[in-house]
């Protein structure tokens, strides 16, 4: 019986390990595999406990109540994104339960290696898991469609290597007083979470739906368009984000061009890659000036060249905003009153969001993690006049060579770095020549910058991500 119970708690405690995990990589068993960012924590609490039950379990009950499972709850304390008890956890939960019922009845009367029947209890919990998961979601996926052409929106969606969500702020912001705009929220790209989000919030009176489509493997944003079927697509800059998954620059391009391939595809508008259906902003986008105090450019439309000026940050945006300009004129025909429209929007939270607060300036650009909007944001607080402190953890999905670069402009224009996170602790800290610091506990950089930071300094939070990367 005390066997049994062993093999209970032990399923439990290591099907708790494998659901939080697969739940941070949004339930995708081949991230979890091929991308992991903390392969590690695979061997201590999946590989490790896995083996010693198969090879030692005889005596794995002392593992398991003195070893593996305070160094389980120590690690729970410790990660800052904790599983988040939804729908598919609890089923997930059951199954892990009926699986390890059945295995428990045939050990009782067999005599087979229980750390063998165990990894089959927790494969076969995993699979059966996926194949309940996608028959729900095809049932999901059909009443979002009736229910997408019951309201029958505009629908708009925006891709491309970075600025996704910015751009499909800016079109909503541009768009919400003369329409009823609906947006997704947050950062929501995937097929899944816009099923979600038109079975659940999107609204009935919404005239013009206004989506975003991310990828992390060919095909992602076919699936989402030829679902979406929506009449404009907007494909903003493309460059070496996720380049860990599409290895080239050429297969990111050839996914982010899949924003074409929607069936009522009416205009699309597109910074650099060309199409049949696409205005190509590359050319139209002049005389960029960004600086602390906002960003000024001049847009070439239909001929005829126009200023712009916003208070929203950065160069890149003046890309973003020509973007989601040139979207709005489909509906709002008047160029002008689109210009007061620019000189009124307001930031993304957490991307080049300037703060003051205590006679110091803060730059919240925790959301931006690619090489690019990084290296522009330095060039913004460059000119700053005082002392200027930057706290980051590198780059994600990111090779070696980017985050050599990274540390080099670092070197260039701050006075002190504040190094987050395990990630890219190792180049930055053997890169960057400045002082730094390199922060393991996340949870003490509030009382490191009270300690460190004054009056009259900038703070320039760059990137950020979750404690298992």
Request: with cysteine.
């Amino acid at each position: 019986m005390f066997d049994l119970l062993v093999h209970f708690i032990t399923a439990y405690a290591i099907g708790f390990y494998l659901i939080t995990t697969l739940q941070w990589y949004n339930y995708k068993v081949n991230r979890l595999i091929f991308h992991f960012h903390n392969y590690r924590w695979h061997v201590f609490y999946l590989i490790i406990p896995i083996i010693t039950y198969i090879f030692a379990y005889k005596f794995f009950w002392i593992y398991l109540f003195f070893g593996y499972i305070p160094a389980l709850i120590f690690w729970f304390k410790k990660i800052n994104k904790p599983l988040k008890i939804t729908g598919r956890v609890k089923r997930f939960l059951i199954i892990l339960g009926f699986s390890e019922t059945f295995a428990l009845v045939f050990m009782n009367k067999t005599h087979y290696n229980p750390g063998l029947v165990l990894l089959v209890v927790l494969l076969f919990t995993v699979i059966l898991s996926e194949v309940i998961e996608e028959i729900m979601f095809l049932n999901f996926k059909k009443q979002a469609k009736k229910r997408l052409q019951k309201i029958s929106p505009k629908i708009i969606t925006v891709t491309g290597s970075y600025g996704k969500t910015s751009i499909k702020n800016f079109i909503h912001q541009l768009l919400k007083d003369d329409f009823n705009a609906y947006k997704t929220p947050r950062s929501v790209n995937t097929l899944k979470g816009i099923v979600l989000d038109i079975n659940k919030d999107l609204p009935e009176n919404t005239e013009i739906y206004i989506t975003e489509a991310g990828a992390r493997e060919r095909g992602d944003i076919r699936e989402i368009v030829k679902f979406l079927e929506n009449e404009y697509s907007v494909l903003g800059k493309i460059g070496p984000q996720h380049i860990e998954y599409f290895k080239t620059l050429d297969k990111i391009k050839k996914t982010k061009s899949e924003i074409f391939e929607s069936p009522k595809l009416k205009k699309a508008f597109s910074y650099e890659i060309p199409h049949e259906k696409a205005v190509l902003l590359i050319d139209k986008i002049k005389n960029v000036s960004s600086d602390l105090n906002g960003t000024k450019w001049t847009l070439e439309i239909n001929g005829k060249d126009y200023d712009f000026e916003t208070k929203i940050l950065g160069e890149f945006n003046a890309i973003n905003i020509s973007l989601a300009i040139y979207q709005a004129l489909e509906f709002i025909d008047n160029i002008e009153k689109i210009r007061q429209k620019v000189l009124k929007l307001e930031p993304v939270p957490h991307r080049l969001q300037k703060i003051e607060v205590g006679g110091k300036t803060i730059i919240d650009d925790s959301f931006n993690g690619n090489i690019e909007g990084m290296l522009k944001s330095f060039e913004i607080v460059k000119s700053y006049p005082g002392r200027k402190i930057i706290v980051t953890p590198g780059l994600a999905e990111a090779n070696k060579e980017m985050n050599e670069k990274l540390a080099r402009a670092i070197n260039d224009t701050f006075d002190l770095a504040i190094i987050t996170g395990n990630l890219n602790r190792e180049v930055l800290c053997s890169n960057i020549t400045i002082d730094k610091i390199s922060l393991k506990d996340k949870s003490k950089l509030e009382k490191i910058l009270a300690d460190v930071t004054g009056s009259g300094d900038l703070i320039l939070f760059s990137n950020d991500f979750p404690e298992y990367l």
